[in-house]
T-cell receptor, first 117, second 113 residues
Framework: EAGVAQSPRYKIIEKRQSVAFWCNPI?????LYWYQQILGQGPKLLIQ????????DSQLPKDRFSAERLKGVDSTLKIQPAKLEDSAVYLC???????????????FGEGSWLTVV | DAKTTQPPSMDCAEGRAANLPCNHS???????VYWYRQIHSQGPQYIIH???NNETNEMASLIITEDRKSSTLILPHATLRDTAVYYC??????????????FGTGTSLTVIP
């Protein structure tokens, strides 16, 4: 079974530029998550989709971050304009029933490493 | 907010069992204990989870105390490839959002040759 795919793997941009990350979840997984992981910390949820609807975006900095999942499969996370503190790994993850139910599991991609200079 | 407490780092000799502790003293009856690990430059990898019974799979064993206030992840024969950060996570059975998958800072396990 193919895992969660992400691209690009690495990106370096200057502050105030924009960047976009793409994610393809595990086939059949209805729930998709974007996490931000700053060096030395655990991942922090930015946004969660159930199919193409947003379930939780309470920690997404909406003035500069946006995400969409138009057809309920692939997703794109955009940052515009980027700040130095956005330097982090952006992890996409998916699960087949959300996190409810009896012990549903979240599966992560390899991450997209962003450096803002 | 952190619901779990883990030591920041541990060492283990290659070939020996690695026992990683986790305290979750405020766990409630409907909350699961999950373990993930993150090898450098990779995304977190699911290891195992449990509710109240001990669990075992091909990667590890999970021992949960009877009062469920703590647990131990056991890697029976640690190899160098097990060097990683290990996260213990408590999340509600009825969780609807990944925000309730709180990772904290984990335990950095180093397997020594």
């Amino acid at each position: 079974e193919a895992g969660v795919a992400q691209s690009p793997r690495y990106k370096i941009i200057e502050k105030r530029q924009s960047v976009a990350f793409w994610c393809n979840p595990i086939s059949g997984h209805a729930t998709l998550y974007w996490y931000q992981q700053i060096l030395g910390q655990g991942p922090k949820l930015l946004i969660q989709f159930q199919n193409n609807g947003v379930v939780d975006d309470s920690q997404l900095p909406k003035d500069r971050f946006s995400a969409e999942r138009l057809k309920g499969v692939d997703s794109t996370l955009k940052i515009q304009p980027a700040k130095l503190e956005d330097s982090a790994v952006y992890l996409c993850a998916s699960s087949d029933r959300g996190t409810g139910g009896t012990g549903n599991t979240i599966y992560f991609g390899e991450g997209s490493w962003l450096t803002v200079v | 907010d952190a619901k779990t407490t883990q030591p920041p780092s541990m060492d283990c000799a290659e070939g020996r069992a690695a026992n990683l502790p986790c305290n979750h003293s405020t766990i409630s009856g409907n909350e699961y204990v999950y373990w993930y690990r993150q090898i450098h430059s990779q995304g977190p990898q699911y290891i195992i989870h449990g509710l109240k019974n001990n669990e075992t799979n091909e990667m590890a064993s999970l021992i949960i105390t009877e009062d469920r206030k703590s647990s131990t992840l056991i890697l029976p024969h640690a190899t160098l490839r097990d060097t990683a950060v290990y996260y213990c996570i408590v999340r509600p059975r009825s969780a609807n959002t990944g925000n309730q998958f709180y990772f904290g800072t984990g335990t950095s396990l180093t397997v020594i040759p």
